[in-house]
């Protein structure tokens, strides 16, 4: 997607993503659902939070109103299915990874089956139960989140 009104995230924006991103989540009711423990969820939010920004760069289209990041929209195009396998290799390894860090940050593994629980609200699965094949997924945002617009065909 291209937008003249909009910035385009950058690699080395990263970072501060992550940033927002852990401010925005760090009292979100799901997150506090799964990571029962606050001193474990400090700790472990910007590992999960960066995980999920690695994954969002490379497989969706990711916007600002700004270099500055005041306001992120991240997009899925789940109809272009041009790179299929590797958005799953890059999910698989990200997926790996986060659970690496729930079982490193809380070796009791309550967090890490909460996670395995709690799966189904934590992806994009469910948008198949839409039964819209054209439709734009915003994944999340600091000012969006979980919001869904379904694009009709004309």
């Known amino acids: 997607m291209n937008s003249d009104k909009l910035y385009k995230v950058q690699e080395q924006d990263l970072d501060r993503l992550k940033e927002i991103l852990t401010v925005c989540f760090q009292n979100d009711p799901l997150y506090s659902t799964l990571i029962e423990d606050e001193a474990t969820k400090e700790r472990l939010l910007p590992h999960l939070?960066?995980?999920?920004?690695?994954?969002?760069?490379?497989?969706?289209?990711?916007?600002?109103?700004?270099?500055?990041l005041k306001g992120v929209l991240i997009l899925s195009d789940e109809s272009d299915h041009r790179h299929a396998f590797y958005n799953y290799f890059v999910s698989l390894k990200e997926s790996l990874i986060t659970d690496g860090w729930l079982l490193h940050e809380d070796p009791t593994m309550k967090t890490f089956f909460n996670f395995v629980l709690g799966k189904d609200y934590l992806n994009s699965a469910w948008t198949a139960q839409l039964h819209e094949t054209r439709r734009l997924h915003v994944i999340y945002s600091p000012l969006i989140r979980n919001f869904n617009i379904t694009v009709s065909q004309k």
């Open 49 to 68: 939070l960066e995980c999920d920004v690695t994954e969002l760069f490379e497989t969706c289209e990711v916007f600002a109103d700004s270099p500055e």
